[in-house]
């Protein structure tokens, strides 16, 4: 079973405001009434992680499987035939030192 971040994320915005106002992960996590600590450390965790990307130009991909009547852009397109070659020369490439090739 999946887990289920809906509230967490729900509260994300609210949850960086308070971290950087110098609340503590404890303090924060006891207001929205999370388990514990952890939960919102996780979630400023991912939170970074996202804007990381976003300000290296990574785009965020979805995951799973995509819903019905999903038509892919021309630059998800462009960026998955992008992967799949650089997928394929880094094969070829472990074969041929691997002495396969």
Known sequence: ???QYTYVQAA???ILEMKA????????AEQFG?????VVKG?????????????AGILPRC????????????????N???R????????RDFLRLAGRR
Request: proline letters at 3%; one cysteine or more.
């Open 1 to 3: 079973m999946s887990r």
């Open 12 to 14: 994300e915005k609210e």
């Open 21 to 28: 106002s110098g609340k503590t992960n404890r303090e924060i």
């Open 34 to 38: 999370f388990k514990d600590k952890y």
């Open 43 to 55: 979630r400023i965790k991912r939170c970074n992680r996202r804007i990381r990307k976003m300000e």
């Open 63 to 78: 995951r799973g499987r995509p819903a019905k009547g999903y038509i892919p852009t021309e630059q998800e397109k462009d």
């Open 80 to 82: 998955e035939i992008q």
């Open 84 to 91: 799949l070659k650089m997928e394929n020369e880094l094969l």
